[in-house]
């Protein structure tokens, strides 16, 4: 982990990319006593001092959560998190399981978003319905004072042609 050169409370995390991310995931930045907290927490269950949680580790760690792992998904998740196939985790893997975890919740919270954008414009929240592209114009334009070219964006997104946006036209507009 390396620090950022804009201030000494933030570091740098590499991850992979998540499916249908803009930003690259290795401009995320964790915050330092978020990852003094996983350092607490991780150091709790490596009971022998060993660097890594090994799968017993593991399973007392989720028990303790209030999760009661079969021995197939305690397999699993030890898979899944464990990146280079040691048989442990390691604390840089512990830490990008939580961050990992952290994403997923963001991308929740921006298509909750996008849902309550498309309702606002007419959409209905179960992603039916549509948005009038001549209502969705005036609000960029007028409400939100946008000078972007919202009419070609519009044109671009609206593939049927029909001056309508269904959800999957309208949330394009935020990719």
Known sequence: LAQRADGPHRRRLGRRPLPGSTVPEAAMVLDEGFIQKCREAFNTFDQDGSGTIDTQ???????AIGEAPTE??????????????????????????????????????????????????????????????????????????????????????????????NFMEFAGLFV
Not at 89 to 116: H, M, S, V, W
Request: hydrophobic share 40%; charged share 40%; aromatic share 8%.
């Open 57 to 63: 580790e593991m399973k007392l760690l989720l028990e």
């Open 72 to 165: 197939e998904e305690l397999f699993r998740f030890m898979a899944d998190v464990d990146e280079d196939g040691t048989g442990e985790i390691e604390f840089a893997e512990f830490l990008r399981a939580f961050e990992k975890q952290r994403g997923g919740a963001q991308e929740l919270e921006n298509e909750l978003d996008t849902i309550d954008a498309f309702v606002a414009l007419g959409g209905n929240s179960d992603k039916t319905g549509f948005v009038d592209t001549a209502r969705l114009i005036q609000v960029v334009k007028e409400e939100f004072g946008m000078t972007l070219k919202i009419d070609r964006l519009i044109d671009e997104l609206d593939k049927d042609k029909d001056g309508k946006l």
